[in-house]
C-alpha cells in the first residue's frame, strides 16, 4: 500500500469533504435517537418469559404503576390525616394523564358494590396499603399511554410538583416516597440524564489536559480531537437511524468511542515522534543542516503509518469482535451498546486514517522530554528481565489463587439495587420492606381455562392447598388469594357464582384478581428481600411442587418483574461467558495467522487472558458476584486489552528478541505509547465510577482494573516470556 499517497493534498482534501458529508448526513438523524427509559425497553419482543408476564399484567389490570408512599412521622398515625388524602386523590384524579388513582384511595373512599353481601363493610384490599404500625398509607398511580420519553417525564414531574405544593401546604408535615414500575422507569431515566451529561464534559476535560501535557504539536491535537468527533457523530447517527435503544446500560458508549478512537491516534503520534528521531539521529550532521523539517515531519508520519498498519488494523479487527459478541445478549439495549461500539472502532481506524492524517501532515515536530518516558520504561524491562524468575514466580503464585477464587463466582444480581442508597427509589424500596410486605413479589395465574371455572368447590380447594404450601416456606411474607376474598365476605360458592354471573369484574372492584370470564384468578405472594439467583431457586422449587403434585396444568409458573430481570440478568451472563471464549478462539486463530507460531500465540493468548482471571478472581474475593456489568465486561474487554500486545508483538522483530540490548530499543519505542493509552483508557473508564447506575460503576471498576493489569503483563510478563520463547525455538 502506499501510503504517501494517503498523505497528498488531493486525497486529503477528498477525505475532509467525504467525512464531512457523511457527519451532516448523521447529524440528520440525530433528532430520531431513541431513550429508553422503560424497564421493558430490556427485553426483546420474543422473550417467552417476559410476554407471559405482559399477558398476565393484561389479563388482570394489573398495569404499571406509580406507587406513593404518605408518612406520617410525627404522630405515627395517618389516619389523622385523611381529609388532606382525600383532597389530595381528588387532586391527582384531575390531572388529565392519569388514568386511575388507587390503592388506599380505592380501598377506603370508593364505596362497595351493592352486589357484595356486606354492603357497610370496610373494603379488605385496604389491609394491603395500610402500613403495619399505621403510620402510612399507599396511593397508586395509573398513567394514561405516552410514546415519548418527555412526554413521560414531563408528567411524573407534575405529578410530583402537584403533591409537594399540597404537602407544602398542609401541616402537621408528611413525608411523601415514590415506589413502583415506575419509579423505577423515572430513576432510569434520571441515571441517563445524569450521566450524560457528566460523561461527556468529563472526558473532553480529561483528554484537553492529558493532550495538552504530552502533545505539543497543535496539529495533532486538531487531528485527534477532530476524527474523535467524526467517529461519535457517525455512530449516533448510525444509532439514530439503525433505531437503536440508548438506555442507562448505555451512556457510557460516547465514553467509550472516543477513548478507544484517541488511543488509536496515539499510537500514531508516538510513532511518528519516533520516526522523526530517527531521521536526524540516523542523519550525519551536514545532511541535517540541509534537511527540510517539513519534509522529515511528512517521511516520519509515512513510516508511522506503515508501522501502525497491521497493529491498528487488526487491534481494530478483534476490538470489535470482542463487542459484536455482545448482540448475542437477550438485552436488546447491551445488543445495541455492542454494534455502536463495534461499528465505531471499525471506522476509527479509516477515520484516523484519513481525517487525523489531514491535520497531522500539517504539524511540525517539536522537541518535548517524552524520551524520559522511555528510559523508564527500559529500566523497567531490564528489572524484568533480571528478575525475571521472581516476576514468574508472583505471576504464577497470584493467577492459581485467583483461578481458585475464580472457581466460587456465582451468578447474582439485584436490579432493584441497581441506584445507591440515597436514590429516590432505595429510599422508598426501604420504606416499602419496613412498613408494608417489600416490592418483591411474585404472582401464579391459577386458570381452568372454563367460564366461571374458579366457582367450582375442586378449584378452592386446590387454591387453598398451594397456599398451604407457600405459607411453610422461609421466603414468603404472606400469600393473597381469591379465597381470603371470599372469608371476608363469607360468599358460599353457590352464592359467589350469582354473584359473578350477575355482575361485572369492575363492578365488584376485583378486575386485578379475576380475569373477564372468571375462568382464572390471581394468587400474589409476598416474599423477603431476595437476590436473582435466590428468586430462581425458589421458582424451581415451587415448580417442582407444582409437577409432583400435578398441579403444573392448573397453576402457571411465578410471574413478576423481579423474576423475569433475574431470568434476564443470567442468560445474559452464560451469553457473555460464551462470548468470552469465542473471543479466546478467534484470539488465538488471529495470533497463530500473525506470528505463525503457536508458541507464541499461546503466550499472547495468556497474557491477555490471565489479567482477567486475576480481576475476577480478586473481584469474587472482595464479594463481587456475575452480575449484568460484570458479565458485559466479561464479553467486551479482551478486544480491548488485545489492542497493547499485538503492538508489541508485531512491532518488535522475532530477530532481535534474544539479546535484552538487542530487543530493548524495539520494546523502548513502543512501551511509550501503550503506557500513555493504557493511563488514557484507565483515566476514562475511571469516569463511569461516578455514574449513579451500579452496573456502570461495576462495568468501569473492572475494566479500568484489566486494562491496568494487562499493562503490567505487556509491559513486564511479556516481554520476559517473549524473549525466552524466542531463546527456546533458537
Request: net charge neutral; charged share 15%.
Amino acid at each position: 500500500m502506499t501510503f504517501s499517497y494517503l498523505t497528498t493534498t488531493a486525497t486529503t482534501r477528498f477525505s475532509f469533504f467525504f467525512w464531512l458529508l457523511l457527519c451532516i448526513v448523521a447529524s440528520m438523524g440525530l433528532g430520531q435517537l431513541k431513550f429508553a427509559v422503560d424497564y421493558t425497553s430490556y427485553f426483546s419482543e420474543d422473550d417467552q418469559r417476559f410476554n407471559r408476564f405482559r399477558t398476565f399484567q393484561r389479563d388482570f389490570a394489573q398495569d404499571d404503576q406509580l406507587v406513593i408512599i404518605i408518612e406520617s412521622k410525627q404522630d405515627n398515625n395517618i389516619k389523622k390525616h385523611l381529609p388532606f388524602i382525600k383532597d389530595l386523590t381528588s387532586a391527582l384524579s384531575d390531572l388529565s394523564f392519569i388514568k386511575k388513582v388507587g390503592g388506599f384511595k380505592e380501598s377506603y373512599f370508593n364505596p362497595l358494590s351493592s352486589a357484595l353481601p356486606v354492603g357497610g363493610k370496610q373494603n379488605p384490599a385496604l389491609t394491603e396499603f395500610v402500613a403495619t404500625d399505621n403510620s402510612a398509607v399507599l396511593l397508586t398511580l395509573s398513567f394514561n399511554q405516552h410514546d415519548a420519553v418527555s412526554d413521560f417525564l414531563t408528567q411524573l414531574n407534575s405529578a410530583r410538583d402537584l403533591i409537594n405544593r399540597q404537602m407544602t401546604q398542609y401541616d402537621p408535615k408528611l413525608e411523601v416516597y415514590y415506589s413502583g414500575e415506575l419509579a423505577l422507569n423515572w430513576q432510569y431515566a434520571e441515571v441517563l440524564k445524569h450521566d450524560l451529561i457528566w460523561f461527556l464534559p468529563g472526558l473532553i476535560l480529561l483528554l484537553c489536559i492529558m493532550l495538552w501535557l504530552v502533545i505539543p504539536e497543535k496539529w495533532w491535537i486538531v487531528g485527534i480531537a477532530s476524527s474523535s468527533f467524526v467517529v461519535l457523530i457517525c455512530t449516533l447517527g448510525l444509532a439514530a437511524w439503525g433505531h437503536f435503544t440508548i438506555a442507562a446500560i448505555s451512556a457510557f458508549v460516547p465514553v467509550i468511542i472516543i477513548v478507544l478512537n484517541v488511543a488509536y491516534a496515539m499510537h500514531l503520534y508516538f510513532d511518528w515522534r519516533n520516526a522523526y528521531a530517527n531521521i536526524y539521529g540516523n542523519t550525519s550532521s551536514d545532511s541535517v543542516l540541509n534537511c527540510d523539517p517539513k519534509q522529515a515531519a511528512l517521511t516520519a508520519l509515512i513510516t508511522s503509518m506503515k508501522r501502525n498498519f497491521k497493529p491498528l488494523f487488526w487491534g481494530s479487527i478483534t476490538t470489535a469482535f470482542g463487542f459484536i459478541l455482545l448482540r448475542f445478549s437477550p438485552s436488546p439495549p447491551i445488543q445495541d451498546f455492542g454494534a455502536m461500539v463495534a461499528f465505531a472502532v471499525l471506522i476509527s481506524f479509516l477515520v484516523n486514517y484519513s481525517v487525523l492524517i489531514t491535520f497531522a501532515r500539517l504539524a511540525h515536530y517539536k522537541v518535548i522530554s517524552i524520551i524520559n518516558l522511555s528510559h523508564f520504561c527500559g529500566h523497567l524491562y531490564r528489572l524484568g528481565w533480571y528478575y525475571r524468575r521472581a516476576v514468574l514466580i508472583i505471576v504464577g503464585t497470584l493467577t492459581l489463587l485467583a483461578a481458585i477464587s475464580l472457581s466460587q463466582l456465582r451468578f447474582d444480581d439485584d436490579a432493584a439495587n441497581y441506584f445507591p442508597t440515597d436514590n429516590v427509589f432505595s429510599v422508598s424500596k426501604q420504606v416499602m420492606e419496613t412498613k408494608f410486605n417489600g416490592i418483591n413479589n411474585i404472582n401464579f395465574v391459577v386458570d381452568t381455562n372454563t367460564e366461571l371455572g374458579i366457582t367450582e368447590s375442586s378449584y378452592i380447594k386446590k387454591i387453598n392447598q398451594f397456599s398451604r404450601f407457600l405459607t411453610k416456606q422461609d421466603e414468603v411474607i404472606k400469600v393473597h388469594s381469591i379465597v381470603d376474598w371470599l372469608k371476608w365476605y363469607g360468599v358460599g360458592q353457590h352464592q359467589f357464582k350469582q354473584i359473578l354471573t350477575g355482575n361485572t369484574i369492575q363492578t365488584l372492584g376485583i378486575e386485578r384478581l379475576v380475569n373477564v370470564d372468571s375462568s382464572a384468578s390471581l394468587l400474589r405472594v409476598n416474599l423477603v428481600p431476595m437476590k436473582a439467583s435466590e428468586l430462581i431457586d425458589f421458582e424451581d422449587k415451587v415448580l417442582s411442587y407444582l409437577t409432583s403434585n400435578n398441579l403444573h396444568t392448573l397453576i402457571s409458573p411465578p410471574l413478576s418483574q423481579q423474576l423475569v430481570f433475574a431470568h434476564l440478568s443470567r442468560e445474559n451472563s452464560w451469553t457473555m461467558l460464551s462470548s468470552f471464549i469465542a473471543a479466546l478462539l478467534l484470539l488465538l486463530t488471529l495470533l497463530i495467522f500473525l506470528k505463525r507460531s503457536f508458541k507464541l500465540a499461546l503466550l499472547g493468548l495468556l497474557a491477555n487472558m490471565l489479567p482477567l482471571v486475576l480481576v475476577f478472581g480478586f473481584w469474587q474475593f472482595i464479594g463481587g458476584s456475575l452480575s449484568l456489568g460484570c458479565a458485559v465486561v466479561m464479553g467486551m474487554i479482551l478486544g480491548i486489552i488485545i489492542d497493547d500486545s499485538l503492538h508489541l508483538l508485531l512491532k518488535v522483530s522475532e530477530s532481535e528478541s534474544s539479546e535484552i540490548d538487542s530487543t530493548l530499543n524495539g520494546f523502548r519505542e513502543v512501551m511509550p505509547a501503550i503506557t500513555f493509552t493504557s493511563i488514557l483508557l484507565v483515566l476514562g473508564f475511571s469516569l463511569g465510577l461516578n455514574s449513579d447506575f451500579f452496573p456502570i460503576i461495576e462495568l468501569s471498576f473492572l475494566s479500568l482494573l484489566t486494562i491496568f493489569i494487562a499493562w503490567l503483563f505487556d509491559f513486564i510478563v511479556l516481554p520476559v516470556c517473549y524473549r525466552l520463547a524466542m531463546r527456546g525455538e533458537r
